[in-house]
């Protein structure tokens, strides 16, 4: 299975499918491509420093969201692209992408989907939210991606304690840790049901 990971900041989450890949607890994927909103990211860096293609593309660069749309999926098609993965993408996917690549994109979430998803839901703000509801516990979640921001299918979900002195950073921290488990897992089972050819 070919897969485009797409991010916009220091790329940990890829980092962490590459070293799983290396490790062989990631089989049957190859890493097609990189690309990211942000020209400056750590996540491009990581590609370029594994000879991996590594583009940036932003929606500001097109007229209009359906032109941005067709460059993505030009994009996709010249590198054989079989399924995506959001590793910390801050931008919304455009419906023609989530429609040309159902049930083929996964993102990973640091919180414990349906709670803390949706607009406004990213980074320490999730955790934040965590904290301030008092919830005894979080973790991680990896999703498909449909129309509606965290809101597709659950692949693999984790839990952690949240610990009574933590801060959105330690608890982040702690999540991350996670998110670094599940998403190549999710990865590897992705690629199991496309390379049988459950295309549904
Ligand atoms: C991760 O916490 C992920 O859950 C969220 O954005 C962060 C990306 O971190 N979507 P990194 O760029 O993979 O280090």
Redesign the pocket.
Known sequence: MNAAVF??????????ILAAMKEGRVEGVTISLVMSNNSS???LEIARANAIPAFHLSQKQFPSEEQYAHALLALLRAHAVDAIV?????KRIPAQVIKAFRKRII????ALLPKYGGQGM??IH?HEAVLQAGDRESG?TVHYVDEQYDHGEILLQERVPVMPHDTPESL?ER??IV?HRILPAALTRLSAALNNGDKK
Not at 7 to 16: K, T
Not at 86 to 90: P, Q
């Open positions: 991010g916009s900041g220091r790329g940990s989450n890829f980092q962490s990211s750590g996540i959001l590793a910390g993408f801050m993102n990973i979430h640091p990213f980074g999730v991680a982040a999540v991350l998110e």
